[in-house]
């Protein structure tokens, strides 16, 4: 009897993808060239024609894996937006929609200090509701089968987003142009630090937290 996967994965070469990707790739393949082979001989075609006519339903294996790669490519980049892009866009706005809703009814944070970190700013309605959009933007991500570091990214985006803010600003200011902040100090970029990426990312991530716990019960009681 023919063995059709390694026929399959002598003949179809490096797919992209990992291991159990490619394996399930084979297996498919393999599956549906055996079944169109057996239909072939059933109706009384001869073994060798019946084999000749199955390669042929293949046609060129090097179009077919540059297909499949080509398939591969477009729906790895059709799950990043789902996954990633699109959650962390929503996470985003909403963030900042938020904090524009509290700037405009002029809610004031809370600036107190922390020995040294003088400044740290406590914006405690929009900490109150940031767990609120870390769950919808874990919710969107998980909806769209993202898993790990995918759902977190997105759930956290906007206390990311400051932190690459301040990375980026710090050393400017520092090093550059002091001239941009002459009264800027490390405990200040501590303090913002603590105020626009610690304390937002506790939030977001208390409820991506719960958004999770939260999708394990209901999967759990299906």
């Not at 399930?24 to 393999?30: F, G, N, W």
């Not at 000749?52 to 179009?63: F, I, L, N, Y």
């Not at 700037?103 to 767990?131: C, E, K, N, S, T």
Request: aromatic share 8%; net charge neutral; proline share 4%.
């Amino acid at each position: 009897m023919r063995d059709w996967r390694a026929f399959v994965t002598e003949r179809l070469g490096s797919v992209r993808g990992d291991q159990a990707e490619r394996q399930q790739i084979e297996s498919e393949l393999a599956q549906h060239l055996e079944e169109y082979y057996d239909d072939l001989r059933t109706q009384g075609v001869a073994e060798k024609l019946a084999f000749v006519q199955t390669c042929a339903r293949v046609g060129d294996w090097k179009e077919l894996r540059q297909e499949i790669n080509s398939a591969r490519q477009e729906g790895t980049m059709t799950d990043r937006v789902q996954q990633i892009w699109l959650p962390t866009l929503v996470t985003l706005v909403l963030a900042a929609v938020v904090l524009t809703i509290l700037a405009v009814v002029d809610a004031h944070p809370v600036i107190f200090d922390l020995g040294q970190l003088r400044g740290v700013m406590l914006y405690v309605p929009w900490l109150l509701l940031l767990p609120v959009v870390g769950a919808i933007g874990a919710y969107l991500s998980r909806r769209a089968q993202g898993t790990g570091w995918r759902v977190y990214v997105s759930g956290l985006s906007p206390a990311l987003a400051w932190g690459v803010v301040l990375v980026l600003v710090a050393p400017f200011a520092f090093l550059v142009n002091p001239a941009v902040a002459p009264g800027l100090k490390v405990t200040s970029i501590l303090a913002m630090v603590v105020s626009w990426v610690v304390l937002p990312g506790i939030a977001l991530g208390i409820g991506i937290a719960l958004q999770g716990l939260q999708r394990s019960r209901t999967a759990t009681s299906v």
